[in-house]
């Protein structure tokens, strides 16, 4: 962990009374395959891996602060995309998960949820907030949005949380702004010329991916008939990984947990069921 009283002391600065301060990620809690750049505020996953993502903002959150990232690179082999958050605890504390959802969100004081890869195409714009009642806000460049109550207390600090996932291989934090009729900004950030685009898959990662197609498709060819489709999906029937997505796809020890995409990613990626880590 780095040292937490030279990045508490930057959020002392202002650059006036219309200043928030600085925001970036926080750079003593990084998830293992991220990396930093751009000032603190440019987070990119390793391409081989869907997973090991996690980043949090460098100073607590004011309610309806809203905060600004752009999605810049996506990597279409893998499924699912960005997720985003609050948590009342400090992100230094204890080593970091390898996913958002459902490794912090299973804890107290943590919420997340899971940002549509449809909204996430490289380019765009994504901003989240906490509301004053306590619901998870947020809404994109293509004027979707999305909104889910939790159960963070509002009285303490909350950090901003980004699990950098799936599809979405690095986001730009953009800073923040609070108000309406007198507006607030963090401060100003360093401009960016980085292209937003799609990421080619690697050699490597392309070749675990056929071989995960050919072990999915003979793990169907074996269940038959024995998996047929159910028309309509409750929450308790999305893919673990993705969360939208129907899990059609029973494992070896009996779960119906994945979609078939994630299936693939999963077989690359671990070779066990994502709830009993049995042997896929």
């Known amino acids: 962990m780095t040292n937490n009283v030279n990045v508490l002391a930057q959020h002392g600065h202002t650059c006036g009374i219309a200043c928030l301060g600085p925001l970036t990620f926080h750079p003593g809690a990084v998830g293992k395959k991220i990396t930093l750049s751009h000032g603190g505020c440019r987070a990119s996953r390793d391409l081989e891996t869907f997973q090991n993502g996690l980043v949090f903002s460098s100073r607590p959150i004011r309610l309806k602060e809203k905060v ?7 990597l279409l082999a893998w499924q699912g ?10 992100p230094t504390t204890g080593p970091l998960p390898s996913l958002a959802v459902p490794d912090l969100t299973n804890k107290p ?28 806000c947020y809404q994109t460049s293509t004027r979707t949005h999305g909104r889910v109550q939790t159960d963070l207390d509002l009285t303490q600090p909350l950090w901003a949380i980004f699990d950098v996932y799936g599809q979405s291989t690095t986001v730009l934090l953009l800073g923040s702004e609070t108000g309406h009729w007198f507006r607030r900004t963090s401060c100003p950030l360093p401009r960016s010329t980085f292209e ?4 080619e898959t690697p050699p490597r990662l392309q070749r675990k991916l056929e071989m995960a197609q050919k072990m999915l498709k003979q793990r169907l060819d074996d269940q038959g ?5 159910r028309p309509g999906s409750s929450a308790e029937d999305l893919c673990l990984v993705c969360l939208q997505e129907e899990a059609r796809l029973a494992l070896r020890c009996g779960h ?3 979609c078939l995409p994630c299936a693939n990613r999963v077989f690359v990626e671990f070779g066990t069921c994502p709830l009993c880590r049995q042997s896929i």
């Open 68 to 74: 600004h990232f752009r999605v810049e690179r996506t």
């Open 81 to 90: 995309a960005v997720r985003i958050g609050f948590t009342n605890v400090c």
């Open 109 to 136: 004081g943590y919420a997340a949820f899971a940002v549509p890869h449809k909204d996430c195409t490289p380019g765009t714009t994504v901003t989240f907030w906490m509301s004053s009642d306590g619901r998870l």
């Open 196 to 199: 937003c685009g799609y990421e």
């Open 225 to 229: 008939n024995n998996n047929p489709c």
């Open 256 to 258: 119906r947990c994945l």
